[in-house]
C-alpha cells in the first residue's frame, strides 16, 4: 500500500485545516488507517483511525469534538479535518494503513504495516 498525505501548513491558534491521505495499490475494504503525530523530542501518538469497512472510528481523548476522520471510498481517500486549533497540536502528521484486527491495538504505531511521508502541521499562538 502507498500512502500519500497532504494539507499540513501554518494556522493561528482556533483556526483549520483538512489532511488527506490518497491510498493506492491494494483493495481497502479490509483496511483500516490511521493518523498519528510526532512533535520534536516526543514519540508517535495515535490520533485517529478508521475502519473502511463501516465507518468506524477512533479517537484519542485530546482531539475529541476538534477533530473528524472520514473516508471516500471512491478516491481511496481518508481526511481528518482538524478544528479549534491549538499550539499542542503542532507536528509532524503521519497517515497508516494495515489490514489487520481492529481492537484498541490501533493506537499502536506497530500495528501499521503502510506509512504515509509525514505533513508539517504548525499553529501559533
Known amino acids: 500500500v502507498q500512502l500519500q498525505a497532504s494539507g499540513g501548513g501554518l494556522v493561528q491558534a482556533g483556526g483549520s485545516l483538512r489532511l488527506s491521505c490518497a491510498a493506492s495499490?491494494?483493495?481497502?475494504?479490509?483496511?483500516?488507517m490511521g493518523w498519528f503525530r510526532q512533535a520534536p523530542g516526543k514519540e508517535r501518538e495515535f490520533v485517529a483511525a478508521?475502519?473502511?469497512?463501516?465507518?468506524?472510528?477512533y479517537y484519542t481523548d485530546s482531539v475529541k469534538g476538534r477533530f473528524a476522520i472520514s473516508g471516500d471510498n471512491a478516491k481511496n481517500t481518508v481526511y481528518l479535518q482538524m478544528n479549534s486549533l491549538k499550539p499542542e497540536d503542532t507536528a509532524v502528521y503521519y497517515c497508516?494503513?494495515?489490514?489487520?484486527?481492529?481492537?484498541?491495538?490501533?493506537?499502536?504505531?506497530?500495528?501499521?504495516?503502510?506509512w504515509g511521508q509525514g505533513t508539517q502541521v504548525t499553529v501559533s499562538s
Open positions: 495499490g491494494r483493495t481497502f475494504s479490509r483496511y483500516y
Open positions: 497508516a494503513a494495515d489490514s489487520g484486527r481492529w481492537s484498541w491495538e490501533i493506537t499502536r504505531p506497530d500495528m501499521y504495516g503502510s
Open positions: 478508521i475502519r473502511w469497512s463501516d465507518g468506524n472510528t
